[in-house]
């Protein structure tokens, strides 16, 4: 499972990593892959235009917002559930 953080070195960005991390770790993720993505073409690319951005597996989930842990927490276990 890929979870990409979009966005420069803001501290927005910062958090949404440090917040999709600690998810990752409590929902026991074994095969997680957690990257920092700052490339303005590649988060273009998303479609995102307001940093950060969350995207799980290739789609975006998140953008131009700071969602909270419980809110990272109920993407990835909704993103879980349609991996099938």
Same mark, same amino acid.
């Given at each position: 499972?890929?979870?990409?953080? &979009?966005?420069?070195?803001?501290?927005?960005?910062?958090?949404l990593?440090?917040?999709t991390?600690?998810?990752v770790?409590? &929902? !026991?993720?074994k095969?997680?892959?957690?990257?920092k993505? +700052?490339?303005?073409? +590649?988060?273009?690319?998303?479609g995102?235009?307001? +940093?950060?951005? &969350?995207?799980i597996d290739?789609?975006?989930?998140?953008s131009?917002r700071?969602?909270?842990? !419980?809110?990272?927490?109920?993407?990835?276990? +909704?993103a879980?559930?349609?991996?099938?």
């Amino acid at each position: 499972m890929k979870f990409e953080i &979009l966005g420069s070195c803001c501290g927005n960005c910062d958090k949404l990593m440090a917040i999709t991390q600690d998810v990752v770790s409590d &929902l !026991a993720i074994k095969d997680a892959e957690v990257v920092k993505v +700052t490339d303005m073409q +590649t988060i273009m690319g998303y479609g995102v235009m307001s +940093t950060p951005g &969350l995207v799980i597996d290739g789609e975006v989930v998140s953008s131009g917002r700071l969602p909270s842990k !419980a809110e990272v927490s109920s993407m990835v276990t +909704t993103a879980l559930a349609t991996r099938g």
